[in-house]
């Protein structure tokens, strides 16, 4: 399995961003899918989440401005990021999670560079 990030980048403070990320090399339907982001001397922590029955998990520091979605093809995520603030500046990670049917089924992606600044 191979879980491919894109879409990060520079962008100003206030702007938005869209990530993307695919997971293949699976028949499998990847049970949960998101996103997690560690900043520079901090812990990888939560930035969404969404399963195949469509129920959200978003991390507390970016509920209400950042969306996450699951309606393109099969084993695919995006994040949708607006109103972005100097400190969601991080590497942000995909990853693909089917634990529920073995517990090595977790997979992650290299990670894409999200740098917002003036």
């Known amino acids: 399995v191979q879980v491919v990030e894109s879409g990060g980048g520079l962008v100003q403070p206030g702007g938005s961003l869209r990530l993307s990320c695919a997971a293949t090399?699976?028949?499998?339907?990847?049970?949960?899918m998101g996103w997690y982001r560690q900043a520079p001397g901090k812990q990888r922590e939560l930035v969404a989440t969404?399963?195949?029955?469509?129920?959200?998990n978003y991390g507390n520091s970016v509920r209400g401005r950042f969306t996450i979605s699951r309606d393109g093809a099969k084993n695919t995520v995006s994040l949708q990021m607006n109103g972005l603030k100097p400190e969601d500046t991080a590497v942000y990670y995909c990853?693909?999670?089917?634990?529920?049917?073995?517990?090595?089924?977790?997979?992650w992606g290299k990670g894409t560079l999200v740098t917002v600044s003036s």
């Open positions: 969404m399963n195949t029955a469509g129920r959200v």
């Open positions: 090399g699976t028949a499998l339907e990847f049970f949960i």
């Open positions: 990853n693909a999670d089917n634990q529920i049917i073995r517990s090595d089924m977790d997979y």
